[in-house]
């Protein structure tokens, strides 16, 4: 079984910063896309980020140029770099990990943009 652990979410105020981190631990034979998706308050869950084990980032439009998505496969973790944070950006973030060729999720932290 996969546990994914996330960490770095908060409070910031728009045009601030913050990382996401996310490690995954457990019996793991393989992992394969890693990601970050989001949900607000009576909206469904969006991707906002994925990452391939040796691809392309790929992104949400509304996060392009403000957001950066890396991994570290020998620690199986994966970041989330937000830069120029706005108010919209608030919600829950998931870490994602394919791994064992299984879906697994985070439990979700909290980031809010506000003045």
């Known amino acids: 079984q996969v546990q994914l652990v996330e960490s770095g979410g908060g409070l910031v105020q728009p045009g601030g910063s913050l990382k996401l981190s996310c490690a995954a631990s457990g019996s793991i034979f393989s992992i394969h896309n890693m990601g970050w998706y989001r949900q607000a308050p009576g909206k469904q869950r969006e991707l906002v980020a994925v990452i391939a084990r040796a691809g392309t980032p790929q992104y949400r439009d509304s996060v392009k140029g403000r957001f950066t998505i890396s991994r570290d496969n020998a620690k199986h973790a994966v970041y989330l770099q937000m830069n120029s944070l706005k108010p919209e950006d608030t919600a829950v973030y998931y870490c994602?990990?394919?791994?064992?060729?299984?879906?697994?999720w985070g439990q979700g932290t909290q980031v809010t943009v506000s003045s």
């Open positions: 994602y990990v394919r791994a064992n060729n299984r879906e697994n």
